[in-house]
């Protein structure tokens, strides 16, 4: 089954290539002269040798033309194989791009559960390294696999070519390199892998540690941790020690078989060139086919543990690429133009597992202009319900309507526009803090950024900024403070100001001016507007039209403060308990 | 590089035989083609086999003392870069544990952890290679050169002019291309940071509809690093092609001039031999070389990087006569305020302006200090400075009287319990995790803390009790179950100050009400800070701290603070309702 596998991502990659089968073929033909030329070379300059007699005895006109013949086949590899190397790196970087893009894309159009499904880091190193590693391993390995064969047959051919019976001593003397090759690679395989698991159980502990040093030193931790450390530590000097020795054997050992194959090539080829069997100069020409005979196997051998990764990293970007992509809008669908803000929860079924159901049989009809707060504690699935308004998810049963319309009948685009949505995790784009608030409308004008940000209240910390509103702003906005995040989040919705708003109410306050600011922003923007908000402020939940209790996934009561309070329910449980005094 | 060789001189003996050895290897290399000469020159012309076969024992005599002295080099190598990366790994770690808060901060805790592993891994393995080449290489270059003029003086002219060419080439083409490798890099990073952007902000995206621009964005960035790429492959491409070049062209100057030597009886046809094999020779080593040179500028870089670690000092320093500092109180006895701050003003390394001006207070012992403010008001940092994480700017905190700068670090960590806003715990078992706080704590005092932080519940429903297996960083565990054996972590020692740094955000409303009773009503003589957001988590505190921005807008109880304190009334109007303010 593995197999099978193997052999269907095989013919995924030789799809990929398919585009530069030219530029392929060329690259083989190149490889092709080259190797061909290469072994010529020794045979020239061996009958060169052998015009080289003694003294008054050196033919010159002969000479002169080997030299002339050695001259051009030199420049012609030369040529060939800057080519052929030219050619292989641009066909690997433009697969790698080819690729790359289409990953890309596949992530613009896979439902927003894959990304939460799936660790950051994981993805990212499907796109960036492994994308890298199959298709370097896969050219690199093919033209290298490729010329390396070519190598050995080469010389093979233009050995027997001389004199076979030296060619038989090479040819039995090459296992000899192959079982020592093998024997160190099995070796030193086991070495590593201790060394490699011991060294990730040395930076799990340091990752443990130094992560959370602070708490190691606030508690006195270190002495201990030390301990452990160097116990690991010498650990691992001892596998290394095994590891870096056994590996290192590998090229003084296969420098050894070849020195065995020189050396048996000089006594047999000198014994023929006695009996007249070969020349002299067909002696050298040997001798040097016996320095590189080996060198193709070795490559082969690291050629082959490179494929496999290659494979193994090339499936795993495949299945990124094959990744499902969210249904598409119906071809019907209904362009949304500007809602009025009338949201309807008709039997709302959703759950992300089929085992643990979430939410169950939701109704809630909301009023153009109403509020919907809410609460719960955290991991309740306050943000699920973000995710189903914005269909980031799609219900399983029951139908959500925006104006009276199913939302499964609305293109995604046209619905996610009538809504404004800051989350609390602010989310910003490294660039301007210009191109950050007209995220929304990259058209806006310089006035309505700076009115959208005056209006957000962020504009006299921006204008107190080193270069204002141009002032570039770090992956993930590092120089800004959470409480200044969240105000250009703010602008970046005031910008666009849609119909309809999703605000997810911050856990941790800011500080006290800007959260005031914030909430005054907030205000502003609800002006009129339908808004759905994650509350955590109490002022917030009892200015709401609905409250929505939400406990373990389920919402367990809805209605206004006072009749929830009177109810004695959870939210009056809920209440009590944080204010009540004992 | 000077620590480093500091570590090396442990391994003296060793770096000293690998290299030598290696030598060794070269030399009795570089006799192969003189006795390859001897062959063809004495052997096959006199047609004395005996002689062939006494050559042909010496080519297998060099290859095995060849193997020993390398396998030998290999070895001693191995045991002298393991060595100094072992005992640079211990030392780096024991000083990172040395560092205190202001430092981590200042060098970030990832750094430390790929400076403690990737970093000196890189300089394990430069020094390994380094012991191995470094006088290898050269000394087959210019052994091979110097074996020619005892060869023949006109031919060894040809190698003094074409050594330094390849060296131009090899060297060359390494310094144009290493730039353009860290260009290639740092689109690459380029493109990584786009992908990155793209998995984080996907709700962003999606809900502004930016999907199409993101992807435009991708394939422009995508696009340059396929160009740099292929620039910089095109360079580096040159090496091989025009190195073999120039070998060539030596060779054939070699085989014409040798022609004229021998024409003119100088010189036999086997020197010829030994000259054209000499110049093989030499390319393989130059370009082992320029890899090298490769190898160790990283290797540089990284221990630089490292050294930089080093070269931070721990800003706090431990008194040496600890607990030798005299008291400050005005008289000793109950009076004596347990911590006291005196007109403390802090800034953090590089900050412009302090997170903490002119803070005054005093709590005295057995009594709640409730300290609130925003994010970024200065609360974490203010509970910072009393177990001495970081040392004040200026003025002073006394604990029982005493500057903390002259009490020992352990003496009075040791009588604090912290529970640090973010809710770490470390891999091991349950009892594992709690004995952090009290290394010799029994069952009994470890079940007693866990009531006290709510905690016994959920333990006892798990049946291992208190052998639980913990993953790393807890992740086995839910966030509010994590918050609550932080805080019986800290309780084990029964600490005389107890800080609860923001430690029940996780909790619900009911459960964080039960455990602040619980701390209540269980730590008589616990001098116990709350800081929190929540104003009903500090509003029964016998002194509230009231922080804005770094400087102290009240302080008091909450009926002194409604009366008086703009800031703290603004946070509790916007949190609790009419009722609960009063």
Redesign the interface.
């Known amino acids: 089954m593995k197999k099978n596998d193997n052999t269907k991502t095989l013919k995924r990659i030789l799809l990929c290539i398919r585009q530069y089968q030219w530029q392929v073929a060329c690259s083989l033909i190149l490889a092709l002269v080259t190797v061909a030329l290469t072994l010529y070379?020794p045979i020239l300059?061996g009958q060169?040798?052998d015009?080289?007699?003694?003294?008054?005895?050196?033919d010159?006109s002969g000479?002169a033309g080997i030299?002339k013949k050695?001259?051009i086949s030199?420049?012609v590899?030369?040529?060939a194989?800057?080519l052929m190397?030219?050619i292989n790196?641009?066909i690997t970087?433009?697969v790698?791009?080819d690729i790359?893009?289409q990953a890309?894309?596949r992530?613009?159009?896979v439902p927003?559960s894959y990304?939460d499904s799936h660790p950051?880091g994981d993805?990212?190193s499907r796109?960036?390294t492994d994308v890298d590693q199959f298709s370097e391993g896969l050219l690199m390995g093919f033209t290298q696999l490729f010329t390396g064969v070519m190598t050995i047959a080469g010389t093979l051919l233009f050995m027997l070519s001389i004199n076979p019976l030296i060619t038989v001593v090479v040819v039995l003397l090459t296992p000899l390199s192959l079982v020592v090759a093998s024997f160190i690679a099995k070796k030193s395989y086991t070495m590593f892998k201790h060394q490699s698991e011991t060294?990730g159980e040395?930076?799990?502990l340091?990752?443990?540690m130094?992560?959370?040093?602070?708490?190691?030193?606030?508690?006195?931790?270190?002495e201990e941790?030390?301990k452990d450390?160097?116990e690991i530590?010498?650990r691992?000097?001892g596998y290394?020690?095994k590891a870096?020795?056994f590996s290192?054997?590998t090229?003084?050992?296969t420098?050894?078989v070849n020195?065995?194959v020189?050396?048996?090539v000089?006594?047999t080829g000198?014994?023929a060139?006695?009996r007249g069997i070969i020349s002299?100069g067909q002696?050298?020409s040997f001798?040097?086919y016996a320095?590189q005979y080996t060198k193709p196997f070795n490559e082969i051998s690291g050629v082959v543990t490179e494929l496999q990764n290659a494979l193994v990293s090339a499936a795993r970007v495949f299945q990124l690429i094959d990744e499902e992509p969210q249904p598409a809008d119906k071809s019907n669908a209904l362009e949304l133009e500007h809602a009025e803000g009338r949201v309807d929860l008709e039997h709302v079924d959703f759950s992300y597992s089929p085992e643990t159901k979430l939410i169950e049989d939701l109704n809630l009809a909301v009023k153009p202009g109403q509020r919907i707060a809410i609460v719960g504690?955290?991991?309740c699935g306050k943000t699920t319900v973000i995710n189903l308004l914005?269909r980031?998810y799609d219900v399983n049963g029951g139908v959500i309507r925006v104006d009276g319309h199913p939302i499964q009948d609305i293109t995604?685009?046209s619905l996610?526009?009538n809504?404004g949505?800051v989350?609390q995790e602010t989310?910003l784009?490294?660039g301007t803090i210009r191109e950050n608030i007209a995220?929304?409308r990259?058209d806006a004008s310089l006035e309505e950024i700076v009115q959208a940000a005056k209006e957000a209240h962020a504009d006299s910390f921006i204008r107190r900024m080193p270069q204002g509103y141009d002032t570039v702003i770090s992956?993930?906005g590092g120089s800004l403070?959470?409480?200044q995040k969240q105000l250009l989040c703010i602008a970046?919705v005031m910008l666009?100001l849609p119909p309809m708003l999703i605000l997810d109410e911050a856990?941790?306050?800011?500080?006290?001016?800007?959260?005031?600011r914030i909430?005054k922003a907030f205000a502003k923007m609800m002006e009129g507007r339908t808004s759905f908000i994650v509350a955590h402020?109490?002022?917030t939940i009892?200015e709401a039209d609905v409250i929505l209790v939400m406990e373990a996934g389920h919402i367990v009561e809805q209605g206004r403060h006072e009749e929830l309070l009177a109810k004695g329910g959870h939210y009056a449980?809920?209440y009590n308990?944080?204010?009540?005094?004992? | 590089m000077k620590r480093l060789l500091s570590y090396m001189a442990k391994y003296r003996k060793e770096s000293l035989i690998a290299p030598l050895f290696k030598m060794l290897e070269a030399s009795f290399e570089l006799f192969v083609p003189l006795v390859v000469a001897s062959m063809i020159d004495t052997g096959i012309r006199n047609q004395d086999i005996p002689y062939i076969l006494k050559m042909g024992g010496i080519l297998v005599l060099l290859a095995v003392i060849g193997i020993v002295c390398s396998l030998t080099a290999q070895y001693f190598a191995a045991k002298a870069a393991i060595g100094a990366g072992t005992g640079l790994r211990n030392d780096l770690f024991a000083h990172i544990n040395r560092l205190s808060f202001a430092e981590i901060d200042q060098i970030g805790t990832a750094t430390l952890i790929t400076r403690m592993t990737n970093d000196i891994n890189v300089v394990q393995n430069g020094v390994n290679m380094v012991l191995r080449l470094f006088l290898r290489s050269p000394f087959v270059v210019f052994g091979a050169m110097i074996m020619a003029f005892t060869v023949d003086v006109r031919g060894a002219l040809v190698f003094v002019c074409a050594i330094p060419m390849l060296s131009v080439v090899v060297f060359g083409i390494l310094l144009i291309s290493m730039p353009l490798y860290k260009k290639v890099q740092k689109q690459l990073d380029k493109v990584t940071l786009s992908t990155r952007e793209t998995l984080l902000g996907v709700r962003v995206i999606r809900a502004f509809n930016r999907q199409e621009s993101e992807t435009r964005h991708f394939e422009e960035e995508n696009a340059v690093l396929v160009k740099l790429q292929v620039f910089v492959g095109k360079i580096s491409a040159l090496l091989n092609p025009v190195t073999y070049v120039i070998i060539n062209l030596a060779i054939v100057v070699l085989i014409w001039t040798g022609a004229e030597q021998v024409d003119a009886g100088i010189l036999s046809q086997g020197k010829v031999v030994a000259l054209v094999n000499y110049m093989s020779q030499i390319l393989g080593e130059l370009i082992k070389l320029a890899n090298l040179i490769i190898l160790i500028s990283k290797a540089m870089a990284s221990m630089n990087r490292v050294d930089s670690v080093f070269e931070v000092q721990p800003g706090i320093q431990q008194v040496q006569a600890a607990g030798a500092g005299p008291s400050r109180g005005k008289q000793a006895g109950a009076s004596v305020p347990k911590v006291a701050f005196e007109n403390v003003f802090f800034s953090y390394e590089g900050a412009k302006e302090p997170s903490l001006s002119g803070i005054s207070f005093e709590a005295m012992e057995g009594q709640t200090i409730g300290i609130i403010g925003g994010t970024g008001a200065g609360k974490s940092t203010l509970a910072n400075l009393i177990p001495r994480f970081y040392d004040a700017t200026s003025g002073a905190i006394l604990v029982d009287g005493r500057d903390v700068r002259e009490m020992g670090l352990e003496n009075l960590r040791d009588q604090i319990g912290i529970v640090p806003q973010k809710a770490v715990l470390f891999r091991g078992t349950l009892r594992d995790n709690m004995r952090w706080g009290k290394k010799d704590a029994t069952d009994q005092e470890i079940y007693r803390a866990l009531d006290i932080s709510q905690a016994r519940e959920f333990v006892d429903e798990k049946k291992q009790g208190l052998d639980m297996r913990i993953n790393q960083g807890g992740k086995n565990l839910s966030g509010g179950q994590r918050q609550r054996l932080t805080i019986a972590r800290a309780l084990v020692r029964s600490p005389k100050i107890l800080i609860l740094d923001d430690s029940a955000s996780a909790l619900d409303f009911a459960t964080d009400a039960r455990l602040r009773r619980a701390i209540r009503e269980n730590t008589e003589g616990m001098t116990v800070f709350i800081i929190s957001q929540r104003a009903s988590a500090v509003k029964q505190a016998d002194m509230i701290l009231v922080l804005d921005d770094g400087k102290l807008a009240g302080k008091g109880t909450h009926s002194q603070l409604m009366e008086s304190c703009q800031v703290y009334r603004e946070i509790c109007l916007s949190q609790l309702s009419k009722e609960e303010v009063q």
């Not at chain 1, 856990?507 to 005031?516: A, F, G, L, M, P």
């Not at chain 1, 308990?577 to 004992?582: E, G, H, I, L, N």
Request: proline letters at 3%.
């Open positions: 070379v300059t060169a040798v015009l080289i007699i003694g003294p008054g005895n050196v010159f000479l030299v050695i001259a030199v420049a590899t030369a040529l194989q800057w190397n030219h790196n641009r970087y433009q790698v791009k790359r893009t890309f894309n992530l613009e159009i927003v990304m950051t993805i990212i796109v960036i060294r040395l930076t799990g340091v990752d443990e130094l992560g959370n040093l602070k708490v190691v030193q606030a508690f006195g931790h270190g941790a030390q450390f160097e530590n010498s691992l000097a290394s020690m870096t020795f290192s054997i090229n003084p050992a420098r050894f020195s065995m020189y050396a048996a000089g006594i000198a014994y060139a006695i002299v002696l050298t001798l040097s320095n504690p955290t991991g914005m980031f995604r685009k996610r526009k809504y949505m989350l989310w784009k490294s995220y929304g990259p992956e993930d403070s959470q409480g970046r666009c856990t941790s306050s800011i500080d006290t001016r800007t959260e005031i909430q402020r109490l002022s009892r449980r809920l308990s944080q204010f009540a005094v004992t």
